[in-house]
């Protein structure tokens, strides 16, 4: 068997494996990571059930990578872009907004993969609830620094304890996500937007640049 035939090979089970990754992760986001399947992907993607047990092995299995490939769209659509704004209070705005913009779109059919997920698992120790709070964690980790390089920067006064900044602005988001979805009101991105200004002006030292407009 030559190379390039093993390429193809390897090329169309990566394809295969995104295509069922991509519908998996958004039957979850409606109705969560148990009601995955080998059998219902395979009959809703029109594929032969040994062809999706051959990509994941077991239920879990699927669970965990469906988690992982939400982590990755996560930050390619959250972290990604928002690391390109200036480091300091600009790049702290801008993870928020990254984050609002996400939540608002909504990437997935359900809305926000981990608010959805994390319900649903957080009282059930195992694998799959440590996967998710892993990607949880990394991102509360990730605007916290993003905080702290703010105050060494002179951005943002040095008494603000960033994890409970991060914690505000995150449950900001968060709340807006929820409520909007289940009262089909978009209005609460507007509110959480507008709260989440007010919190970084608050704790912004005079000499920090002024919040992008828009």
């Not at 390619?76 to 801008?94: F, Y």
Request: proline share 4%.
């Amino acid at each position: 068997m030559t190379d390039a035939h093993v390429d193809k090979r390897v090329q169309r089970g990566l394809r295969s494996r995104r295509v069922i990754l991509d519908r998996a992760m958004d039957i979850a986001s409606v109705e969560g990571l148990e009601s995955l399947s080998v059998r219902r992907l395979a009959t809703e993607l029109d594929v032969s059930k040994s062809g999706v047990f051959a990509q994941f092995g077991s239920k879990e299995e699927l669970q965990l990578a469906t988690v992982r490939a939400a982590v990755e769209v996560f930050v390619g659509k959250v972290v990604k872009p928002a690391r390109k704004a200036p480091a300091g209070i600009r790049r702290v705005w801008a993870l928020a907004e990254a984050w609002l913009a996400y939540v608002r779109q909504p990437v997935f059919e359900g809305g926000c993969f981990f608010i959805a997920t994390a319900a649903e698992f957080d009282a059930r120790p195992g694998r799959v609830r440590d996967a998710i709070a892993a990607g949880r964690r990394d991102w509360q980790t990730l605007y916290r620094t993003t905080i702290a390089e703010a105050q060494e920067m002179g951005e943002i006064a040095a008494d603000v304890d960033a994890a409970l900044l991060a914690f505000e602005l995150d449950a900001l988001t968060r709340a807006a996500a929820e409520d909007a979805l289940l009262h089909d009101d978009p209005s609460r991105y507007d509110y959480a937007r507008t709260a989440i200004r007010n919190r970084l002006a608050a704790v912004a030292t005079p000499e920090a640049p002024a919040l992008p407009e828009g």
